[in-house]
């Protein structure tokens, strides 16, 4: 069994910035990709940032207007991934999820946190 938990979710105002956590627990085998999804009222889940372990590093991508406020980091030591979140603006309010395809013994699944709340208002 994984358990992916989430957390650094608050409220921020405008220019501000928030660092999200989200660590894996269970029996991993190995970690493949982590990610970070949005969802706001009334519209769908979003990718916001993926990192991917790699032979020559992690590789990383972001959601077009995220791009250059949000860093994506990820310690395989302790199978966490980090969003660093800065200069926030209103419309990057949303519940943040964090996601992970994990290998297991046997099997390889995709996974989610639960979600922390992100809100950017003066």
């Known amino acids: 069994q994984v358990l992916l938990v989430d957390s650094g979710g608050g409220l921020v105002q405008p220019g501000g910035s928030l660092r999200l956590s989200c660590s894996a627990s269970?029996?991993?085998?190995?970690?493949?990709?982590m990610a970070w999804y949005r969802q706001a009222p009334g519209k769908e889940r979003e990718l916001v940032a993926g990192i991917t372990s790699g032979n020559s590093g992690d590789i990383t991508n972001y959601q077009h207007s995220v791009n250059g406020r949000f860093t994506i980091s990820r310690d395989n030591a302790k199978n966490t991934v980090y969003l660093q979140m800065n200069s926030l603006k209103p419309e990057d309010a949303a519940v943040y999820y964090c996601?992970?395809?994990?290998?297991?013994?046997?099997?390889?699944?995709?996974?989610w946190g639960q979600g922390t709340q992100v809100t950017v208002s003066s």
């Open positions: 996601y992970a395809v994990i290998r297991t013994p046997g099997i390889t699944n995709a996974y």
């Open positions: 269970g029996s991993i085998v190995y970690i493949n990709t």
